[in-house]
Every structure is written in C-alpha cells, then in structure tokens.
C-alpha cells in the first residue's frame, strides 16, 4: 500500500484554475482541493525518514500560509525507485498546480516529468531535487548546497588538533585512513556532499607538515584520485550494495575494521544510523572506555541516535541541513511557478554542531528527531 497523506480534504473534481494561469508558463488546468484551494504535490525519497517528515512540517506550514491544499507522499524505503516513479505518475495525472520531488533516481523520472512539462506542470526540486534534468519540467530547486555542506563537515574534522596529530601520524607503510560511508552513489545530494567533503579534506590535510601531495582517494570509483606522492594518508570511500539498512550497517562494521582509521564521516542519517548501530548504539565510542575511543566520528542531519552521540561526545560533531526550510521554500516556489512568476534556486544552508554548541537555540531547533 502506498504511504501518502493528505494534508487538506480533496474530494473534488478537477476544475478549470483561472487564478493561476498567470503568464503563459503556468498550469491552466490544475486541481483544486474541495475548499477551491489551488494542489500542491510534494514526494519525498523516503516518507517515514524523519528528516522528510520535518520538510513535510516546513511545506505543511508554507501550504497553510499561502492558502493552498498540500499532499504529501514518498516511498516506503528510497530503494524502492518504482513505487517513487508510480506515485509521480499518480501525481500527473491529478494535474496540480505544481510538484515538489526529490528524485531517489533522476534518470528513473525523466518520462514522467516530461509528462508533467507537457501537461504544464512545474516541477520544484528539494533536498536532493533531481540534479541533470532534461526534461524542462523542472524550474527551480529549494536545497543546501551539498558541497559546501560537504566542505563544511571535512573542514570541522581537520581542523581539531587532535586529529591533526593522528593525521600527521601516517606513513607510507602505515597510511592514516579516514573512511567515508556513503548510503550510494546515485542520489545527488550524497554525491554532491561526497564530493564536498573529499576535495577539503584533501585539502585541508595536504596543508598539514609533510602531507603535501601525499592523500590517496579511493574505494569507490566515482572518487578514486591517487596522490601525486606515496600516501601517508587515504580517504577511502565505501559504498554498500544497496540502501537497506542492513547493508549499511555491514559497510560501516567492514569500514570500522580498516587498519589506520583516525575518522569516519558518516554521509547522510542512514549511513549514521548504521555507524551507530556497528557499535552498539555508539557504546563503542565512548571517549574513554569504548572500542573505538580514539576514532573521530562525523555526520550529517540529526535524528535522536545522532543527537545523543554528539550530546555524548560519542561523535565529533556533525552537519546540518534545514530540512524545514527545504518543504517550506519548496512550497512557495511552487505556488510562484504556478502563477507563472519567474523562480530560481534556493540555498537552504547548513550548520556544524557539536557538543559545545548543540543546546543553542540556534542550532536546536534545525536538530529533528
């Protein structure tokens, strides 16, 4: 059975929405909700994750300021591409004013979002949005900016003198190794992240002493970039076979096995969740009794598992994005499309906490649960 919610009572048929015809690039044949409200569709990766329930709260919010009827739906897992591809269909069809979609597979869309341009339907990409669209249904995207996000984990990380030193600690025989755990290789804002966080941590390490031309990049093809001079340090990025937690939970314990590891960023909430769960709901990095007590533990989002590990010192520090913002801006872009306004891209931002920081106002209330 599919998960969807709706969000405002739409029991009526779809009519003619003169309001919105604007210019000639916006939907003159949208539904309305029963209340006359102009329908906005919204389709996460993955509705039960927690980080799209609290964009689901943002475009809820947006959705009754701006006077339209929200639906809100996702897959049940961002494995499972076909049932994302059906429900985008689905959404098509009801012909709405507009669509909001992060895409777990933007090449698995490109037909129906061709529909949706056809049918003069725009289309707002969130969170990951669908990066390398070709169908033109797509006109703008509200998201952080995964790379800077990326940059700005790498950056926290190598900027702790403690791991300075355990970096500075490597040789050619025995490289330091910070690993990478990242949920795949086709969602876009993990790739992107990825990206950002490998290209500063090579930088910010190669300006340490006598590191200079000496970080490996390997593991995963996509990243793989040897160093100019024999590695003293390697970032090696792992990859699990699929999304299921399972999986990820096996990557992130062959991960903990790598002789070297000083650190390991964890690149999104599944991946933290299975770093978590590989060590005993992150008992094992206890800073003084744990296993793995002297490895340097990052993330990115929350979550209450996350949360408590950085509250804990258990993790160094993590990353987040604004998910609240994505589902709000994502909302209005959508109803200004839909009126035919010109849009553009919106950057929803990103914030490392910590331990020291994590109980700020500021900072608290991005931290879902």
Aim: glycine content about 8%.
């Amino acid at each position: 059975m599919k998960r969807k919610k709706t969000l405002a009572i739409a029991l009526g048929a779809a009519v003619t929405l003169a309001a919105l015809t604007g210019c000639g690039g916006a939907n003159s044949a949208a539904t309305q909700s029963a209340g006359g409200k102009p329908k906005v569709i919204i389709i996460s990766k993955s509705y039960q994750n927690q980080f799209y329930q609290a964009a689901f709260k943002g475009a809820q919010d947006a959705a009754d300021a701006l006077g339209v009827s929200l639906t809100t739906n996702g897959p049940d897992a961002e494995s499972n591409i076909p049932q994302q591809v059906e429900q985008l269909a689905s959404a098509v069809n009801q012909k709405p004013a507009a669509i909001a979609l992060a895409a777990s597979d933007p090449n698995a869309v490109q037909d129906t979002l061709a529909q949706a341009k056809s049918a003069g339907i725009p289309v707002i990409g969130f969170d990951s949005g669908v990066p390398g669209d070709t169908s033109g249904a797509v006109v703008a995207t509200a998201a952080t900016d995964n790379e800077a996000a990326g940059a700005n984990v790498a950056t926290n990380l190598i900027a702790n003198t403690d791991v300075q030193k355990a970096l500075a600690a490597g040789t050619t025989e025995k490289p330091a190794v910070i690993g990478v755990l990242a949920q795949d290789s086709t969602s876009g804002s993990i790739v992107q992240r990825v990206n950002g966080f490998v290209k500063a941590a090579v930088a910010e390490t190669e300006k340490l002493p006598g590191l200079a031309g000496s970080v490996d990049v390997s593991g995963q093809e996509k990243w793989t970039k040897p160093s100019t001079s024999a590695a003293k340090v390697k970032v090696v990025v792992t990859v699990p076979p699929t999304t299921s937690q399972a999986d990820i939970q096996a990557a992130a314990t062959k991960t903990l096995t790598t002789d070297g590891l000083v650190s390991v960023f964890a690149a999104n909430q599944d991946a933290v969740n299975g770093v978590i769960s590989a060590t005993g709901d992150a008992t094992e990095l206890n800073r003084e009794t744990g296993k793995y007590k002297n490895l340097f533990v990052v993330g990115f989002d929350a979550g209450a598992s996350q949360k408590a590990a950085v509250a804990s010192g258990a993790f160094l520090g993590s990353v987040t994005q604004d998910p609240y913002q994505m589902g709000y801006k994502a909302v209005e872009l959508a109803v200004s499309a839909s009126q035919g306004k010109t849009v553009a891209n919106v950057d929803t931002g990103s914030h490392w906490y910590d331990k020291s920081n994590i109980t700020d106002s500021k900072i608290s209330i991005l931290l879902y649960d």
